[in-house]
């Protein structure tokens, strides 16, 4: 009686075994956020009030760049990241564009080259001097025309120098060779407004998706759909690459208009592999993910939340690990690149928070509890450094490679010394390729035109009518400059002309300026 006993004990503590939950032996589990003091923050930023589902923000290991509120025209603060505090209002801004500002990236290559992009049609490539602005910039290094609506999104090429990616809502994604200032390539494959574009690690497959609904996988070279999902019951909006693993992941709403994400295989995207709804909130979801750790970040435009889960290779691919809860809302978040990280705090990915309510920026680091203050080689892997594995004409002829990996800084000084790669040559604004007369390559021009057309008959609104350029910095119809024969010249501006007074022997005309008068000898 006692062994029969003593049997039924161990069977029924075996089933109270067997309903416990498993737990997953990560050592990521116990990753926690931690927000920055106030005094290591950025305050005073009139951050733009665009509605435009874009970060307005781009972060590298030396500056921080954010879209702002101006009137007439569109403008960006950049910032020395060691310059922390409040902001004066009258600091220095980058304020070439005609248009609201949409989207700016910094060059993962060369620290000081940023592009954005405008409602004003140009993508525009501004090179900020050494220690940051001290006077407003409104000349930049390039200004690339080719798009004919509004350009909303620039993205680099993850491997190769100076290539760099712009979609617009012409439904057009061009691809620009910035050693010559002009567009290689065109991808017309879209039949809506571009949502979003994210590269595999090598750069050789984008994935894109569109307000059509569609998820789809392109050789970007020659602009060929691999794969397309056609998502009805779960509406993509963003989309990212998971590293090597040959996954994705998009985040969207389902047809219950909840928060959703989905997990799909790049080589078969007729149905994800998993899907997971996240909560009733309306706002958008923004995905990151860190390929050194396997960890995917969700954060919710409009909600101070950030969801941090492990991706696996097996099921069931995605644990949910915790959340970083903050009363704030936020409007959008900038990433530090791996190699900026604080490795002395374990710090494993640090977000720059943009609270629009208060006109602040919030750093936010995600870091490993670790009692030693050694270096933690084991959440710290080789990484991608900051050095291009190939040329604009490499990548343009076939070629595929990785970046050359390198360890991570294992002292804060050593942050931001890395490989320097000349800058872009400059171009006068008469010589450039996009703005010259004829716009952009002949066999573009065509092609956009008659996009332009099929566009007037669906009843869609232009920007300008086909064919006609794009006004100069400072032109508002007419000649940016104007004289009355005495000495005195004027700079158009819309309605206004501004006089400015040059001595008539000093008065000569500069061509390569588009006929500002030349400075004075």
């Known amino acids: 009686m006692r062994d029969l006993h003593k049997s039924e004990v161990l069977g029924s503590k075996r089933g109270l075994m067997s309903w416990r939950p498993q737990y997953r032996s990560s050592k990521f589990r116990n990753v926690y956020g931690k927000a920055a003091s106030r005094e290591h923050c950025f ?32 403008s960006f603060l950049v910032i020395p990241l060691e310059q922390t505090g409040r902001i004066e209002p009258n600091y220095p801004k980058v304020c070439g564009h005609q248009g609201n500002v949409l989207d700016i990236k910094w060059n993962p290559f060369i620290e000081n080259i940023i592009a954005s992009c405008s409602e004003d049609t140009s993508v525009r490539i501004w090179e900020i001097p050494e220690g940051g602005l001290k006077r407003n910039m409104t000349e930049a290094v390039l200004e690339l025309y080719g798009h004919s609506r509004r350009v909303g999104l620039v993205e680099w090429h993850p491997t190769t120098n100076n290539i760099l990616f712009s979609a617009g809502y012409d439904y057009k994604v061009l691809i620009w060779n910035l050693d010559i200032g002009e567009p290689v390539k065109m991808i017309d494959c879209h039949t809506d407004v571009i949502l979003c574009m994210s590269f595999n690690t090598d750069g050789s497959l ?12 392109l050789e970007p070279r020659s602009g060929r759909v691999l794969q ?29 208009n909840t928060r959703q994400i989905a997990l799909w295989d790049q080589e078969d995207l007729s149905m994800p592999l998993i899907e997971e709804e996240i909560d009733g909130l309306s706002g958008l979801l ?11 970040y969700l954060a919710g435009k409009g ?3 950030i ?15 915790m959340e970083f809860r903050s009363p704030a809302p936020q409007k959008g978040l900038g990433v530090m690149p791996k ?6 705090a374990c710090e494993v990915f640090r977000f720059y928070k943009l609270i629009t309510l208060k006109g602040l920026i919030e750093p936010i680091s995600m870091i490993v509890p670790r009692r030693s203050e050694t270096y933690q080689e084991d959440i710290y892997p080789m990484t991608p450094g900051t050095e291009p594995a190939l040329t604009p004409d490499e990548w343009l002829s076939g070629v595929n490679r990785g970046k050359p990996t390198r360890g991570y800084p294992k002292n804060i000084r050593d942050v931001g010394k890395g490989h320097h790669i000349p800058l872009i040559r400059r171009l006068s604004r008469r010589s450039h390729p996009g703005v010259a007369e004829g716009g952009i390559q002949e066999e573009f021009q065509d092609r956009l035109q008659g996009a332009g057309e099929g566009e007037e008959k669906r009843g869609g ?14 032109e508002r119809g007419g000649q940016p400059w104007s004289g009355n024969g005495n000495g005195i010249w004027g700079m158009n501006l819309g309605r206004h002309r501004v006089p400015v007074s040059i001595p008539r022997e000093a008065g000569a005309w500069d061509s390569s300026r588009d006929g500002i008068p030349g400075s004075i000898p």
């Not at 779960?234 to 969207?252: E, I, M």
């Not at 609104?461 to 400072?474: F, K, L, V």
Request: charged fraction near 25%; include cysteine.
């Open 206 to 217: 984008l994935a894109t998706t569109c307000k059509d609904k569609k998820l789809r996988v």
């Open 228 to 256: 397309e999902a056609s998502c009805k019951n779960h509406r993509v909006n963003r989309v990212v690459f998971l590293g090597s693993t040959k996954r994705l992941l998009t985040t969207g709403v389902s047809r219950w």
């Open 303 to 305: 909600d101070g939340n």
């Open 286 to 296: 923004f995905p990151f993910y860190d390929a050194d750790t396997h960890m995917l």
């Open 461 to 474: 609104q232009r920007d300008r009518p086909p064919g006609e350029r794009p006004a100069p910095h400072g």
């Open 43 to 74: 305050d005073g930023i009139p951050i733009t009030k665009n509605v435009h589902d874009n970060h307005f923000c781009a972060v590298n290991v030396r500056f921080l760049a954010i879209v702002t509120e101006s009137a007439g025209g569109g």
């Open 339 to 344: 190699h900026g990280l604080d490795v002395s």
């Open 307 to 321: 969801r941090y889960y492990e991706i696996s290779s097996e099921k069931p691919y995605l644990s949910y690990l």
